[in-house]
């Protein structure tokens, strides 16, 4: 019978001697959906290995890629997966949740007025006194230069053009946007699920 705390305490590297400094917790399995797209790309969709493998064993995954790595039990040895797709499709709502992540991912993480990457704040478009809400359509990422200087004013009375109109997103969209963000750390058995090259390029 499978027991994911067994396996856990079971569970220890053949080759140590490989590279030491690294443990089981670094090696996290990409899950890919059903129809083998990522089920998201930032932040990167990562099972740590204990998930992963019981996922396995429950038959909820099929192992896609592997690491070299493998864990033992008394009653199985196996390779660690490094890549790992649902069996059943997860079905992504249409739109995203309107989150303090979700707008700095739709604005690509960049002052909608300077294009700044740093320092990031919100601000509301029309300002709240003015009756300005705390929507998607109102909201976009600015940094706080650009936040102090526009004060309670609108664009226009402030003479700061937007590099965009702010809309509301769909989660394909923040897709998108989310690869443009490769992660810090990228396993070989990855690229070929993501796709980073061909986005960087555009
Ligand atoms: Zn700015």
């Not at 856990?8 to 083998?36: I, K, M, W």
């Not at 009653?75 to 490094?82: A, E, G, R, V």
């Amino acid at each position: 019978m499978f027991n994911a705390e067994l396996i856990e305490r079971a569970a220890r590297f053949r080759g140590v001697d490989e590279d030491p400094t690294r443990n089981l917790s670094a090696c996290p399995a990409l899950v890919l959906n059903a129809d083998y797209t990522p089920l998201s790309y930032y932040p990167l969709s990562l099972w740590p290995w204990q998930t992963a493998i019981k996922a396995v064993f429950l038959d909820r995954v099929d192992i896609v890629a592997s690491y070299d790595r493998e864990v033992h039990s008394p009653s199985f040895d196996m390779k660690i997966p490094s890549v790992i797709a649902l069996r059943q499709y997860v079905k992504q709502s249409e739109f995203p949740a309107f989150t303090r992540f979700n707008v700095f991912l739709r604005d690509r993480f960049q002052c909608q007025y300077c294009g700044s990457h740093e320092h990031l704040t919100f601000d509301h478009v029309t300002p709240r006194r003015l009756g300005g809400r705390t929507t998607w359509e109102n909201i976009i990422t600015a940094c706080a230069p650009c936040n102090m200087k526009k004060g309670g004013r609108t664009p226009k009375q402030a003479g700061m053009a937007l590099h965009r109109t702010p809309i509301r997103p769909t989660s394909w969209q923040l897709q998108q946007h989310g690869k443009a963000f490769p992660p810090g750390y990228l396993h070989e058995t990855w690229r070929d699920w993501l796709y980073w090259d061909v986005e960087l390029e555009a």
